[in-house]
């Protein structure tokens, strides 16, 4: 089937120690996003990509940053991940932009120590 | 800029009562509508959409109506079961998804 694949489900890393989250899809779908949703919270949208084109949201903080190597792979790193980064990690994909469905990923639980 | 309000939960039921949870928008422009649902660890899936005012989407027994006048799409369901307890959010999208706050609802047997 396809599908939107994080991994991994749960990841769990300490203060300030760098941390990279994977997304993968099999839709072949040109566009990718990242959202960060935080407990009881609705998803909060950091970034997408529009096939290579990285869109930025204006209050992502500097300390996440995302690659897409490929149509099909995509991550999320944070390079010093601080106590208030700790959240669910939704990826998510689109063929086009504008009024198109987005699928969603399960998500990569992040627990920061 | 754009914006959705729904009704804070959580909503505990009964099976085979009615659903209805409220959601209002502010936007500029025409935007699309959605209620997505995310059953407990999983992301999330679109239960239903509506592309422009008057439109009636549905999924699942789930209902929900676009209406401009009100600047509203609030979800209905007129008989849950167990397997619907879940956080639903609305949400809007111009170039990008701008979600609700999400409502847990909790349905017993």
């Known amino acids: 089937d396809a599908m939107v694949i994080q991994n991994p489900r749960y990841q769990v890393t300490q203060f300030g120690k760098p941390v990279t989250l994977s997304c993968s899809q099999t839709?072949?779908?040109?566009?990718m996003y990242w959202y960060q949703q935080k407990s009881s919270q609705a998803p909060k949208l950091l970034f997408h990509y529009y096939d290579k084109d990285f869109n930025n949201e204006a209050d992502t903080p500097d300390n996440f940053q995302s690659r897409r190597p490929n149509t099909s792979f995509c991550f999320l790193d944070i390079r010093s991940p601080g106590l208030g980064d700790a959240a669910m990690y939704l990826c998510?994909?689109?063929?086009?932009?504008?009024?198109?469905?987005?699928?969603f990923g399960p998500g990569t639980r992040l627990t920061v120590l | 800029g754009n914006s959705v309000t729904q009704m804070e939960g959580p909503v505990t039921l009964s099976e085979e009562a009615f659903l209805t949870i409220n959601c209002t928008y502010t936007?500029?422009?025409?935007?699309?509508l959605f209620w997505y649902v995310q059953y407990p660890g999983e992301g999330l899936q679109l239960l239903l959409k509506a592309t422009k005012a008057d439109d009636k989407g549905s999924n699942k027994g789930f209902e929900a109506t676009y209406r401009k006048e009100t600047t509203s799409f609030h979800l209905e369901k007129g008989s849950v079961q167990v397997s619907d307890s879940a956080v639903y959010f609305c949400?809007?999208?111009?170039?990008?998804?701008?979600f609700g706050a999400g409502t847990t609802v909790t349905v017993r047997a």
């Open positions: 839709l072949n779908h040109n566009v």
């Open positions: 949400a809007l999208r111009d170039y990008k998804l701008s």
């Open positions: 998510a994909t689109s063929s086009g932009q504008g009024l198109n469905e987005q699928f």
């Open positions: 936007a500029t422009g025409y935007p699309s």
